[in-house]
């Protein structure tokens, strides 16, 4: 390679490309250990610990923006040539790390890739994970929801997706009943939405059974799994699309701070004709509909 290339972009694409392997090598490494091992340890390696002053924990960057070296270095970082974050708002190093661990923790015993991104709140969250489905509002347009669930969830939906948008949220009261959901679906639903256990009334659902017929009207299963947190059920590996978490429960240690997450198997099942959404939800909401609203999560 010569000087003038390695001092060029083509050098910023070289190192991302490497920086990305070893981070691939690294987390396929940390897919096969145990569940705790990776609650405690995530992606950080005993490698970067060495270059952050041997620190045993994944550093904490409170920086608003990323220093970049040179005008070839932003010009990688800005067309996505090379790993980058930018700004806070966009991604922050510290982010990445927790949404791979809960990446891998959402994904412990499901035979696929899986994809994470962290906001600003719970609510954020299923905001973020809902709305990309209800582009382009066509009359009729509908999704069927989980009566039972959070009443913020409820207000959201009710008030801001119905009443201003008129978008038909189609309730169902008991979430067990299959039938109820099969007989609410029709050629304008976008998605199937259930929380389990439910906030407060601990409900549950039959989870293969709905995805699978979630599956069959080629639309995703969202599942809001706060209270359960991972380590006591992590829905893809019984067919769900997408999962939500408020960090702001259990799963955060209980009232330590206001977060939320999104993990998602890669290639969703959705009619939507949009390849980058399916092929990777969470990395298209970071990219796009994230950065434009910006709602992601920054300490
Ligand atoms: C099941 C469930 N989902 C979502 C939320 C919303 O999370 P946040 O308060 O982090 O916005 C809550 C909050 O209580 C919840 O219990």
Known sequence: MSQQVKT??????????QKQQAEQQYR????KK???TIAAHGIYSLEESSSN???????LVISPAQHFENSDHLEAALSYATPAWGYTRIHNPSLHYLEETLSLLEGYGYHGETNATVTSSGMSAIFMATQPFLENPVPGVNFIADAKCYGGTFMLFNERYHKERNIDVRWIEDSSDLSHWER???????????????NPSLTVVDLEGLSALAHHHNLPLIVDATIATPALMRPLRH???IVIHSLSKAIGGSGSAIAGAIIAKNNITTKLDNEDLKANFTGYLKL???????????R
């Open 28 to 31: 396929e490494k940390m897919r």
């Open 239 to 241: 067919g769900a699309d």
């Open 184 to 198: 609410s679906i029709d050629e304008h639903t976008r998605f199937l939405y259930v929380e389990m256990p439910s």
């Open 34 to 36: 145990r569940f705790d």
């Open 53 to 59: 002053y041997g620190s045993t924990m994944e550093p």
């Open 8 to 17: 060029g972009m083509q050098h910023y694409v070289e190192i991302g490309r």
């Open 288 to 298: 796009w509909p994230m950065r434009d609203h910006g709602p992601h999560y920054h």
